[in-house]
């Protein structure tokens, strides 16, 4: 294909110079897009097809040594997404046949008259035009067939497919073919407990919201696999919806780190309540702090509540004759870099008043900023025997 989509180069063959010259010059005043080049023989053809490149080729059937259509097929297998056009006063229904066959664009009869040029003209622009059509879905898919995730296009109510890419096949576990056949068939990828909220999700997408979900597939994989799935609406001038368009990302990786992380938690929590320690890590640049179960248990306050506890919340919770002791010993921590055990005594929300062990350390991110994590150890029973 031309470089230069605001010219069509026309590569115009015929034995008769003095015909192919009053085409050219016809094409070129129908439009001044055409830079028609004429040769008089195949052979010639060939050649500046090799040396240059068209965005279609015009062709005589009848010529010396060989055929319009043995050009065609010589063509086709050099070139085979230049558009061809037979322009011939050869007219038969056998030649047009063979033309067919070997992969003709279109078939044009000369006639008297210089109209003949005019569909000549329109012809050759629309073949361009159609094969750049061609050039652009073939780059497209090419380009959508290089990435891991599926890419997606229904119309708006999901009733017939207009794109999807090969990923489709590796992660849902069935075929594009089905997919083209029954646009639903899709759904049948789906783990049935999840259908529903899928179908759900489809539906809203149709009325113009968009799409992010979570959901498992591949059926042959006894549906281990989960994706993400993305989605916008697509809309007209008048804002009506015409189409969805989305894509979806294989995530199984990340669930599987997730529950991996999950259960270590659940232990580390689980080891915690067990040996009584509660842990807890502070972002001094942000003022927020994230408390484990178990340091909740032992404050005495209600993991249900919202938001979580601040500084100035534990710093409350430290008894009023502590509470100096103990800044002084944040203090400590953040100008020293170095935590200090303490000891100190906390009033939980119900009276009850306990003595913990505090232990940590002081760590700086790579922004700079300092972050504090320790451990809290109720140790009421040590204070209380002393």
């Not at 296009?153 to 207009?162: A, M, P």
Request: aromatic fraction near 8%; glycine fraction near 6%.
């Amino acid at each position: 294909m031309s470089t230069t989509p605001d010219r069509i180069r026309v590569l115009h063959v015929d034995d008769n110079p003095a015909v192919a010259d009053v085409a050219a010059t016809y094409l070129h005043r129908k439009h001044d897009r055409f830079d028609v080049e004429v040769v008089a023989t195949v052979e010639a053809a060939l050649s500046r097809l090799e040396a240059d490149e068209f965005d279609c080729v015009v062709s005589d059937y009848e010529m010396p040594r060989r055929t319009g259509v043995e050009f065609l097929r010589d063509v086709r297998e050099r070139y085979p997404n230049v558009p061809f056009i037979l322009f011939t006063g050869k007219g038969t229904e056998e030649i047009a046949s063979d033309a067919i066959s070997a992969g003709v664009t279109d078939y044009l009869q000369k006639r008297t008259g210089t109209s003949q040029y005019d569909v000549l003209a329109n012809r050759v622009e629309n073949a361009v035009e159609r094969a750049e059509t061609r050039r652009a879905a073939r780059h497209l898919r090419e380009l959508a067939d290089t990435t891991d995730r599926i890419l997606y296009i229904f119309t708006h109510d999901w009733s017939e497919l207009l794109f999807i890419n090969s990923a489709y096949e590796e992660i849902w576990g069935r075929s594009t073919a089905a997919l083209r056949e029954d646009p639903a068939d899709f759904l049948n990828g789906v783990h049935p407990a999840d259908r529903d909220r899928v179908r759900d999700a489809m539906g809203r997408m149709s009325d113009g919201q968009s799409l992010e979900l979570e959901y498992r597939v591949n059926e042959s994989e006894a549906f281990g696999r989960w994706v993400a799935v993305r989605g916008e609406a697509i809309t007209d001038v008048d804002g009506e919806v015409v189409r969805v368009a989305g894509f979806a990302t294989d995530v199984t990786e990340r669930k599987a780190l997730e529950r991996t992380l999950q259960t270590r938690t659940e232990r580390l929590q689980e080891a915690q309540r067990v040996a009584g320690v509660g842990s807890w890590e502070w972002d001094a640049a942000t003022d927020t702090v994230e408390w484990s179960p178990e340091t909740y248990r032992i404050f005495g306050w209600d993991p249900e509540e919202p938001g979580a506890p601040s500084f100035e919340d534990w710093m409350a919770a430290v008894h009023p004759d502590d509470r100096e002791h103990a800044s002084a010993k944040v203090e400590e921590a953040m100008d020293s870099g170095t935590f200090p055990q303490f000891d100190h005594r906390i009033r939980r929300p119900d009276g009850t008043v306990l003595t913990v062990e505090c232990r940590g350390e002081v760590a700086e991110t790579d922004e700079g900023t300092v972050r504090i994590r320790g451990t809290i150890l109720d140790v009421s029973d040590r204070t209380d025997g002393a």
